[in-house]
């Protein structure tokens, strides 16, 4: 147990919808990060936050968006899903956003999407 | 052209076998180099980092670096079936942040 959790585990949900994940990161993890995984494009950055502010941009879409909470929780919101959103979304925490050997992420289990 | 390409697999060995896992790399600037380990429906886990050039060993895991050649690799000794996973490759750039870019990862399958 990576001491990272996300909910829910599984959510299932139609084209045209909103859905929203929730990660909280492990105790003391300033650095949240959010990752999409699918079978065609792999495991990808989306975006990172640091201690409530956003530190990073991936490959996140407009329609996606985040937040990270005064308490270090951040949500991801998933808007006008698409057939192609469904995928495995990832939460990683690390200790902090700056270099420090090593800044290991941790990833809880996911949160698996799937779009009808 | 991808910035960490990975061979897909999948790989079956039998239980005992040494394991070669491979990525390379196109961007120079990258400075850490990771393995990861995936099993089915759940979340990659840390195995192994590196940001030298050269071998680091842990046990049966030996990652190996060569900046030169923008090539990394994981060797697995003495391979149990429990191995049995997706290992990923990963880098990052350092820096501000310490987003990470993934291979695609190359699916093992040990066999007892």
């Known amino acids: 147990d990576s001491g990272v959790t996300q909910t829910p585990k599984h959510l299932i949900t139609a084209t045209g919808q909103r859905v929203t994940l929730r990660c909280s990161p492990r105790?003391?993890?300033?650095?949240v990060y959010w990752y999409q995984q699918s079978l065609d494009q792999g495991l990808q950055f989306l975006i990172q936050y640091y201690n409530g502010e956003e530190r990073a941009k991936g490959n996140i879409l407009e329609r996606f968006s985040a937040q990270q909470f005064p308490d270090l929780h951040s949500e991801l919101n998933l808007s006008s899903l698409e057939l192609g959103d469904s995928a495995l979304y990832l939460c990683?925490?690390?200790?902090?956003?700056?270099?420090?050997?090593?800044?290991?992420?941790?990833f809880g289990p996911g949160t698996r999407l799937t779009v009808l | 052209q991808k910035e960490v390409e990975q061979d897909p697999g999948p790989l079956s060995v039998p239980e005992g076998a040494i394991v070669s896992l491979n990525c390379t790399y196109s961007n120079s600037a990258f400075q850490y180099f990771m393995w990861y380990r995936q099993y089915s429906r759940k979340g990659p886990e840390l195995l192994m980092y590196?940001?030298?050039?050269g071998n680091k060993e842990d046990g049966r895991f030996t990652a190996q670096v060569d900046k030169s050649s923008k090539y990394i690799s994981l060797f697995i000794r003495d391979s149990q079936p429990s191995d049995s996973a997706t290992y990923l490759c990963a880098m990052s750039y350092g820096g501000a942040t310490n987003k990470l870019i993934f291979g695609t990862g190359t699916l093992l399958a040990v066999q007892p």
């Open positions: 590196t940001y030298s050039s």
């Open positions: 105790s003391g993890d300033l650095s």
């Open positions: 990683a925490s690390s200790v902090s956003g700056r270099t420090q050997l090593p800044d290991t992420q941790y």
